[in-house]
């Protein structure tokens, strides 16, 4: 059974910085594109970023680009979300997403990790 | 960017098929995903590569993509079908979401 486990949220200072865990198990971590989608309270779906596989090939969304930082370790099937200089607008819920090796959807979702960006 | 265009809201009664949009400029030529996701849920995929639905999604949930439009169907919709409903595809090396539509059974 494919898990992923979101940990490391919380309540940021605007301009702070919080790095997101996301712990995977059930299937083969460095074979699976993973990516953050975020949704703020009320709204919809937003993507954050990508990262392949390997690591090598990394994206991200206009919003965040130049301030979070996607990265994985595969030895520990571990995928992580530096999230510097947030605003207020970053608030939201953050989710780990698994791509699937065939399809190109989110075949699985993490619960969450709720972050608050305040002063 | 790329958009994709949901209508906020769809209604249907029990029984009855709903039908839910999602547009954007040659659509068709992309593979679209849906999902849907219950009040304070994870969003579950019901639809991949614009047909097709994973294992565990009743047949009941259909989808087709052409032109500018992807459509999901839910046939014989259920009151455990009300959910928000978003489309999903990549662009230019961006994932891209609609903005969701609220299914409501009633």
């Known amino acids: 059974e494919v898990r992923l486990l979101e940990s490391g949220g919380g309540l940021v200072q605007p301009g702070g910085s919080l790095r997101l865990s996301c712990a995977a198990s059930?299937?083969?971590?460095?074979?699976?594109?993973m990516s953050w989608v975020r949704q703020a309270p009320g709204k919809g779906l937003e993507w954050v970023s990508t990262?392949?596989?390997?690591?090598?090939?990394?994206f991200y969304a206009d919003s965040v680009k130049g301030r979070f930082l996607i990265s994985r370790d595969n030895s520990r099937n571990t995928l992580y979300l530096q999230t510097n200089s947030p605003r207020v607008d970053d608030t939201a819920v953050y989710y780990c997403?698994?791509?699937?090796?065939?399809?190109?959807?989110?075949?699985?979702w993490g619960q969450g990790t709720l972050v608050t960006v305040s002063s | 960017s790329y958009q994709m265009n949901q209508p906020p809201s769809v209604s249907v009664s029990p029984g009855q098929t709903a039908t839910i949009t999602c547009s954007g400029d040659?659509?068709?030529?992309?593979?679209v995903h849906w999902y849907h996701q219950k009040p304070g849920q994870s969003p579950v995929l019901v639809i991949y590569?614009?047909?097709k639905r994973p294992s565990g999604i009743p047949e009941r949930f259909s989808g087709s993509n052409s032109g500018n439009t992807a459509t999901l169907t839910i046939s014989g919709t259920q009151a455990m079908d009300e959910a928000d409903y978003y489309c999903?595809?990549?662009?230019?090396?961006?994932?891209?979401f609609g903005g969701g539509t609220k299914l409501t059974v009633l």
């Open positions: 997403a698994k791509e699937s090796e065939t399809s190109g959807g989110f075949d699985s």
């Open positions: 059930g299937f083969t971590f460095s074979s699976s594109a």
């Open positions: 990262i392949r596989g390997s690591g090598t090939g990394t």
């Open positions: 040659k659509l068709g030529d992309k593979y």
């Open positions: 590569q614009d047909t």
């Open positions: 999903q595809a990549w662009d230019s090396s961006k994932v891209v």
